[in-house]
């Protein structure tokens, strides 16, 4: 999706929006380079800025999944810490279970069938409760449970 975002975004927003890419690995030398799972937020300030969080394991040989809730956290608190004014974290309707998407809405119940589905749950279980328990100036946070892409 970021991939997506990255081609797009200069075409449709350009300078009016600027944005600062991030990267955990190897990622272009514009982008600013973050370990989230290893270090604390070492980027500039955000004040009222917006941060999209796409980082996220995907099923895969030698992946934890696990790892989707420390990333987001990670994000969560750099916001905070830059100055953020919200905060946007990517799930997935895996989080649903099997089903037609016809009847899909936000408030439908949980079915969670994979470790995939079960790992992001987890994750927006455990922002939700990071945000509860913020005092004074924390992010507002939304939780985007995106489908396929394609």
């Excluded at 991939?3 to 200069?10: A, D, K, M, S, T």
């Excluded at 004040?47 to 696990?66: E, F």
């Excluded at 974290?89 to 079915?111: K, Q, R």
């Amino acid at each position: 999706m970021g991939q997506v975002l990255r081609q797009i975004w200069p075409h449709e927003f350009g300078a009016s929006h600027p944005l600062i890419w991030q990267g955990r690995g190897d990622c272009p030398a514009d982008w600013f380079h973050w370990d989230m799972l290893a270090r604390p937020y070492p980027g500039p300030p955000l004040t009222q800025g917006v941060i999209l969080h796409l980082a996220g394991i995907t099923p895969g040989p030698g992946r934890d999944l696990a790892d989707n809730t420390p990333l987001a956290i990670a994000a969560c608190t750099a916001a905070m810490q830059a100055g953020a004014r919200h905060v946007f974290i990517t799930s997935s309707a895996a989080v649903y279970g099997p089903g037609t998407g016809a009847d899909l809405t936000e408030g439908a119940p949980l079915n969670r069938v994979n470790p995939y589905g079960h790992a992001k749950a987890a994750m927006e279980t455990a922002v939700l409760h990071w945000q509860a328990g913020q005092t004074g100036a924390a992010p507002a946070v939304t939780i985007l449970r995106i489908g396929n892409v394609l």
